[in-house]
């Protein structure tokens, strides 16, 4: 499985980003998928995720109310609208699939248990 994420920029506090993320390869046993953001010194942090069938969505408690992670599985595609962006949402995000995960380690392994990352893309919010 090939992850390409794309939509990064420079945004002003208060704008909006809209990131992508298009799942290529043997995508069948991918049960679950997941945005990441890192930022330089720090540690990976998991921002939303999402099942494959869409069902079950999670948020990381600062993004919830401004952040909305979507699915569309006729295009192996997940989105992260961002807004309301924030300084300090400024970080490189990363999308990731994983297969055969538990909801509590979609959302609680950091990261360890998905199997596929895409590059990155790096957002930047000024204030």
């Known amino acids: 499985v090939q992850l390409q994420a794309s939509g990064g920029g420079l945004v002003q506090a208060g704008g909006s980003l809209r990131l992508s993320c298009t799942a290529s390869?043997?995508?069948?046993?991918?049960?679950?998928l997941g945005w990441f953001r890192q930022v330089p010194g720090k540690e990976r942090e998991i921002v939303a995720a999402?099942?494959?069938?869409?069902?079950?969505?999670y948020y990381v408690e600062t993004v919830k109310g401004r952040f909305t992670i979507s699915i569309d599985d006729s295009k192996n595609a997940i989105y992260l609208q961002m807004n309301n962006l924030q300084p300090e949402d400024t970080a490189v995000y990363y999308c990731?699939?994983?297969?055969?995960?538990?909801?509590?380690?979609?959302?609680?392994?950091?990261?360890?248990?998905?199997?596929?990352w895409g590059q990155g893309t790096q957002v930047t919010v000024s204030s």
């Open positions: 390869g043997d995508t069948w046993r991918v049960n679950a």
């Open positions: 999402i099942s494959r069938s869409g069902d079950h969505t």
């Open positions: 990731a699939a994983g297969e055969g995960m538990s909801w509590s380690e979609i959302v609680g392994s950091a990261g360890t248990a998905y199997n596929y």
